[in-house]
């Protein structure tokens, strides 16, 4: 004997699956993934207890779905080993809470321990903050630069690369002043002009941000 399945329940289901699909796509428009490089170069190291702040509101401001890695820019920064701490939280708030704690325990053990660095690969860390955040390949992809942007590099590092930024978003944060600056603040402008046509030739959205409110509407999905 053929049962047939009355015309009313099967379009509510196939509309239950539409809606689930839908769920599941609109998690993934709405997932965000934050990639924030710190400057660990000279003096610079002085100013990470901004950076903590940084990423205490990054903590606060990220959900479950979202991903987050903080990475220190040195001598050559395009390589995993530069990567402090990274997660993807878990859709469950309870555990997603208890993985922000232990990333931030983790900060705040490198804030402790860290050594200046003797060059700046920012480019570097920038090429691995664009292969992270393409793995994870989240809705919305940010890049926070938490440095002076002036890059110094070693003997033998070749940075002469197009950066590829297309559904990017870099912001630079906390672009201290040079004393050298001082003297010429030309030489600001333009580390600022310069880095900014290379993210937005290279399809990428450039900001720079100091104030605390401007930076938390950057984690507003």
Known sequence: ??????IGFFIAIMGSV????????NNTLRGH???MLIDTSGTYTDELVKAQQIINVALSKLYPGDSFAVA???TGSFSEKDIVAKVSFDD????????????????????KTVQP???????????QATEYLNEKNPGRKTI?????LKEELDKGYNRDIDLKLKGFSVVAVNVTKLRSDNYNPKEYLDRLDSWQTRVT????KWSVTNDMDQLEKIFMN
């Not at 539409?18 to 796509?25: E, H, I, R, T, W």
């Not at 922000?100 to 325990?105: G, P, V, Y």
């Not at 660095?117 to 090429?127: F, Q, S, V, W």
């Open 1 to 6: 004997m053929i049962h047939r399945i009355p």
């Open 18 to 25: 539409f809606l689930l699909l839908a769920s599941c796509s």
């Open 33 to 35: 993934g934050v990639y």
């Open 72 to 74: 220190r820019i040195d």
């Open 92 to 111: 469950r708030p309870s555990t997603a809470n208890r993985q922000k704690r232990l990333f931030k325990e983790k900060i705040d053990e490198f804030v």
């Open 117 to 127: 660095a003797k060059y700046t690969d920012i480019t570097g860390g920038i090429l």
């Open 144 to 148: 926070l630069i938490f440095s002076d």
């Open 201 to 204: 030739s290279g399809g990428g």
